[in-house]
């Protein structure tokens, strides 16, 4: 049976976002897009049960670009686990809402604070903040909650596996009671429920995959063998396998024994972890994107 893939125009966007969208390459929404746009559009809380790589950043970004058009002063935050993260959505909010005059600023740690202070001066549409540093910003008064209308919460099972639950509390406690709000999670435990039941006004959900589900088109494969073995099967495998591959390993100084031994064998490789500052990781994240190597190393 043919299907009839779906436009961003059948989701009651404006037609200035559609020619951002045209212009930025995108022209098919993804399930998670499709199922929560029209949810947000309508001024609804949303729990959205998406993966990662499922397209879920435009799932948020497009509803608030379009709802700030023309609005000064800071309406939105987004609070994202890591700074990678939040760094790939600042990127995605100015692809889109450039054009349309909206823009956000990067609110993350490992960056001078009095930079971000100036950029803060400059009243972005939307602060895109991981948790630790937006209360530094709230402590030194430089960001003021009061007018804020939309909250996103992405990844929020990440984030309290990272330990920002304290911190996530303290934001909400703050933010007007009247807001919109939008949390993105790719599991539901218990804390990630109750904060929901506790913060979130009669939310809809949309569920694109089941709860703890990869992304479609992983394969899972587990090889039990011993330590001493470890080092041969990771090279037999890397070298059955052509496309672009992420390893993780569980500590610093298993990447960095990983990422020289790969490098000796002849695989284009490079490698990330707590030692490498952030702009080396961004510049690498970056380059792995870019195909400029084919295996990235990184601690988990």
Known sequence: METTQRHFKDLGLSEAILQSLEKAGYHHPTPIQEAAIPVAMADNDLIGIAQTGTGKTLAFVLPLVEKLQGIEGTRAVILCPTREIALQTHAAIEKVGTPLKVHSVAIIGGKPIRSQTAALQKHPSILVA?????????????????????????????MLDLGFLPQ?????????KDRQTLMFS????????RLAEQYLNNPQRVEIARPGTAAEGIEHALYVMEPQHKREAILKLLKAEADSTLVFTRTRLDAEWLSRLLAKE???????????????????????????????????
Do not use: W, Y
């Not at 948790?131 to 530094?136: E, S």
């Not at 996530?168 to 007007?176: E, N």
């Open 130 to 158: 991981t948790p630790g540093r937006l209360c530094d910003h709230m402590e030194r008064r430089n960001v003021h909650m009061g007018n804020i209308s939309f909250l996103v919460m992405d990844e929020a099972d990440h």
């Open 168 to 176: 996530i509390r303290r934001i909400l406690r703050v933010l007007p």
């Open 186 to 193: 790719a599991t539901m435990p218990s804390e990630i429920t």
């Open 266 to 300: 002849g695989h284009s490789v490079e490698a990330i972890h707590s030692d490498r500052s952030q702009s080396e990781r961004i510049a690498v994240l970056q380059g792995f994107k870019d195909g400029k190597f084919q295996i990235l190393v990184a601690t988990d």
